[in-house]
Each structure stands twice: as C-alpha cells, then as structure tokens.
C-alpha cells in the first residue's frame, strides 16, 4: 500500500498502566474505504486500542506513532482528531438527558441531515427525531442512533467498538449493512469485535491477543483461527509459534 | 384591555420578546394577560372567566387571580414581573384561587436584564380547589452582573383530587444570590409536580427548598431539581417530602453538577413517612459531567466547551 493510501497507520504503537503493558507494539495499516475487523476476546486490549487511536483523555501511546493520511496525529486531542475526520461509536453509547434524537444529530455544522441520517441506519424518522437520547430508548436503538450520529459528521475513519454487543439480531443486520453503506461511501472502519460473525464483514481481519496483533489477513483464514483456538481460550500471552503456523 | 400604553410597556414588552416570551400575547384579548414594572401594573387583561385584582405598594404590586369555578381557560395567562431599572427592590404579594373543576396554565416570565442590584421578592399562596389543574412555568432573565438578589416562596395548597404542576427555569444570565422556599399542601388524590432548573456561574449562590406535604390519601408528588453550577458557583437543594397518609406516592429526584475546581454543590433528600402504606423514594446525585457524555460529543468534532454548552443546554431544558 502507498503512503497516501493509507487512512490509519500505527507504529510500533506501546500503552499501559502502572506496572502491565496492554498494548505491546501494535503495528497497523488501514486503507481509504476499507473494513478492518479487529478481533479478539475481553481483556486483549480493543478498547483500549480504540481509546488510543481517537486520543481519550489519558489515553497517549508510551511508545510509537499513529499517523492519520500520512499526518502524525499522535498528540492531537480527540476534537483535533475528529476534526480531521475521525469518530468513534462506543460499545455502550452515552445518554444524554434533554437532549432530542434531532439536536444530537445536528450537533456539527455541514452535518448530515437527521432524516437522511436516520434512514442510513434503518429507523424512522417520524418516530424517533423528537425522542430524547437516554434510558428509554432500546440498546438497538441506541447504537443505531449512535451510528446515525457517526453519519451526520461525515467521518473518513470511523471506531466501531463492540457494535453487535447486547442488542438483537433484527439490529445485527442492521448495523452490518450500516458498516457496509460506510464502506460506499468513502469512509473507512475499524471495527473491533469478539464475535468472527460480526469481523467477517471486514475485508481485512486482525487478531489481538494479549496486547499484540498476532495474525492478520484473510478474513476467512484469521476468523477460522480465532474459533479454533480463541473462542474457548486459556493460553492468552503464550501463542505457540506452532499455531500460529 | 385596559393597558397603559407607556413606553415603559413597549420597553417590557420588547424585553418579553427577546427573552422568548410571545409578545403579541399580552396586546391580544385571547390571551390573559398582567404586566408589571416595579411597582406599576402597566396592562392586564381579564379574560372570561378569569379576575385579577392588583394593588401598588410602596416598593411592589399585590395580586389576587381568580379563575372561576369549572372554568378552563383555553390558552396560557402570561405573566411578566420586571424591573427595567438597574437597581431597586420590588415586592410581589401574589395570590392564586383557583376554582374546583377549573383549569388554568400560567407562563411567567421574571426580567431583570438591566440589574445591577436587583431585589426581587415574591411572596405566593396558591390554593387549587377540587379536582382543578393548574401549571405555572416561571423563567427568569437575568442580568451578567450577578446583582440580582430573588427570592420566590411559595406556599400552596392543593384540594382533593387537584394537580399543580411547577416549574422554576433560571438558565440564561446569573442567578445572583437566589433562594427558593416552596412548601405544598396536598389533599387526597391531588398531585404536584415541583421541577427547578437553574445555571450558576461565577460567585452566585443558589438555595433551593422544595417540599411536600402529602396528607391525604393517594396523594402524590415529585421534587425534581436540575442544578449546574460551574466557575465558583454554589449550590444547596433540600427535597423535603412527607407521606402522612395512606398510598402517597412521593419522590424526591435532585441532580447537581458541578464543572469547575471552585464550584460546591449540597444535596438534602429529605423524606418521610407517617403511614405504613406511604412510600416515598429518592434520588440524589452531585458530580462532574460525565467523561463519556463529553468525549462523545468531543469525537463528533465539538469543542470541550462546547461539549460542557451542549450537555448542560438538554440537562436544564
């Protein structure tokens, strides 16, 4: 890949707390309009991965670089950041008391219209634009308003952390044919999951175990691999090479 | 209606206007109307079924409404209470009679944009009669200079099976020095509804009592209050219910937020029960904008002030 086409890269990319390394030298290229999945069970260091890449208030990688088109962003605040086109939908979206479904999609000038938004994630505007974004909506709803938000501010790089997570399978499909219409439309996905169903939707897969990406390519060879020797998992930090083979 | 047409009038209601008040709803007959500037009334209009009567004080206005018996008055009464001088003190001695199986909704608005040193008292009794509904939504214009010392107390009592519901808005300039004394009476089967929200800044000190007395039976009530308090702003909120009868319902609902190093927030559910079959409940919480709610908004590209702006504007809505 040539550096312009590269949206995301990281580099050698170190983070901890205290005493433990969670992320240790994560190395990642992701393509204009592309789908990199980003698969692993709990506890190997994805959200984390995610909080360093959007730069979260004491999030800073210890070592490396992350480079967004060919720019170093790695001490860009996160508005910086999402000023240059980069956002984040939380595996549990936050809720916002007062605030309608409308004025959160409206939230940056050059938005997306909330209608149009709304549509693009399958709900109807009629009934949601003047429901008030907390407690009372669905976990479905929820991310798919999350995502509808993610749509309104024309992102070139979007974090999907978890974006399956507690909700029902009518909205897996949902969200899955989401993650695709953001593919059409330029921008590309970092989608970070543990479940193989939802990272086959990526073109690319990456499989973190233990802070390290340890396998990545193939969709089908990486998901293969993580149902055969990560799903039931007791061996996190000590992949044998011969597996890994 | 019998309206002084002063400038002063045109003054406050240009003032109404940009506040959010509907102007043309103090010039129409539809509309139930009183217009008072320090201690003048400068236009009222009465509207069927419904009587004001109003007497200036030295430093105020005494008002009695009446809404007749099995009246429902079809659109709000505005209410405007100003003080277009920069300093100055003003008494309003309000009563509101409200008659069994009537039904009224009052929207007033409180400006004291030009204060420097503003006093304003208002001192209210409310009596809802028998299965009769009446809302108030009072929002307040303030002045920057953090000059305004207000002080609304309200005493009510609500008769069998009435509603009142109460709505305290002070968001737009500083409260000042603000201290809030309501304290309802409820029959049996009534319902009341108290709801504060106000945005402190700087040095303003804000004192918020919000009490019920739940003494009839199934009589319910809520004490909500929604506080921010940034810079070095202070806050102190005490919800007070009491289920002195069988199957009350009461909740006491408090939420603060304070956004900045020197900003102090206190929070006092108060409640109680005299019956076995009473329940009341209550929810407290003091703390920081929440992170998340921040770096959400922060990831869509707002600024962190404008984030804070943005979760502040739906929280006190």
């Known amino acids: 890949m040539i550096m312009r086409d590269r949206m995301l890269e990281l580099r050698d990319v170190h983070y901890g707390t205290g005493d433990k390394e969670i992320l240790k030298g994560i190395d990642l290229v992701i393509g204009e309009s592309r789908i990199q999945s980003i698969i692993g069970v709990n506890g190997t260091g994805k959200t984390t991965l995610a909080a360093i890449i959007m730069g979260l208030n004491g999030y800073r990688p210890h070592r490396g670089r992350i480079f967004f088109k060919g720019r170093d962003i790695t001490d860009l605040s996160i508005t910086e950041r999402a000023k240059l086109g980069i956002t984040l939908a939380w595996q549990i979206p936050a809720s916002f008391e007062g605030i309608t479904v409308k004025e959160y999609l409206s939230i940056k000038k050059n938005f997306t219209a909330p209608e149009k938004a709304l549509k693009l994630v399958g709900l109807n505007p009629n009934l949601y634009l003047n429901r008030v974004v907390d407690e009372n909506l669905s976990g479905g709803e929820r991310k798919r308003i999350e995502l509808a938000s993610v749509f309104s501010v024309k992102p070139k790089l979007v974090i999907l952390d978890e974006p399956d997570s507690g909700i029902d399978m009518a909205s897996i499909t949902a969200i899955k044919k989401v993650i695709k219409n953001f593919k059409k439309m330029g921008t590309s996905v970092l989608l970070i999951t543990h479940s193989e169903r939802m990272a086959k939707v990526g073109d690319t897969v990456s499989l973190l175990c233990d802070g390290k990406i340890v396998k990545e390519g193939n969709v089908k060879e990486v998901t293969e691999f993580f149902r055969k020797y990560c799903r039931e998992c007791d061996h996190i930090g000590e992949i044998e090479e011969e597996i890994l083979k | 209606m019998s309206i002084d047409y002063s400038k002063e009038f045109e003054m406050i209601a240009e003032v109404y206007k940009k506040t959010g008040g509907d102007e043309k709803a103090l010039f129409d007959k539809k509309h139930g109307a009183l217009i008072i500037n320090e201690n003048k009334v400068l236009g009222k209009n009465e509207i069927k079924g419904m009587r004001i009567e109003h007497q200036s004080l030295k430093n105020g206005v005494k008002v009695k409404i009446f809404v007749e018996e099995g009246i429902k008055i079809e659109n709000p009464v505005h209410l405007c209470f100003g003080m277009l001088p920069k300093e100055g003190r003003q008494e309003i001695y309000s009563e509101f009679i409200i008659g069994k199986n009537a039904g009224v909704e009052f929207t007033a608005h409180c400006i004291f944009s030009n204060a420097k040193h503003i006093e304003h008292i208002m001192d209210s009794e409310v009596v809802i009669g028998e299965n009769a509904e009446m809302s108030y939504t009072e929002t307040h214009y303030h002045s920057e200079s953090g000059g305004t010392f207000v002080y609304p107390k309200l005493r009510g009592e609500i008769k069998k099976g009435g509603r009142f519901f109460e709505e305290f808005k002070l968001t737009e300039g500083r409260a000042g020095t603000l201290n809030i004394d309501y304290e309802i009476d409820q029959d049996e089967r009534s319902s009341c509804e108290l709801l504060t929200k106000i945005y402190g800044k700087k040095d303003d000190r804000i004192e918020v009592r919000e009490s019920l007395n739940l003494n009839g039976v199934y009589a319910a009530g809520t004490a909500k209050s929604r506080i921010v308090l940034t810079d070095n702003a202070f806050g102190n909120v005490l ?24 900003a102090k927030a206190v929070s006092t559910p108060k409640i109680s029960v005299e019956n076995s079959f009473a329940r009341v409940t209550h929810e407290a919480a003091i703390g920081r904008i929440s992170k998340k709610e921040l770096e959400t908004l922060m990831a869509r590209g707002l600024t962190e002030e404008e984030a804070v702006d943005f979760i502040v504007r739906g929280l006190l809505r």
């Open chain 2, 239 to 262: 919800g007070e219910i009491k289920g002195n009868a069988a199957y009350t319902r009461g909740h006491v609902d408090c939420h603060e937020i304070v956004h900045g190093d020197g």
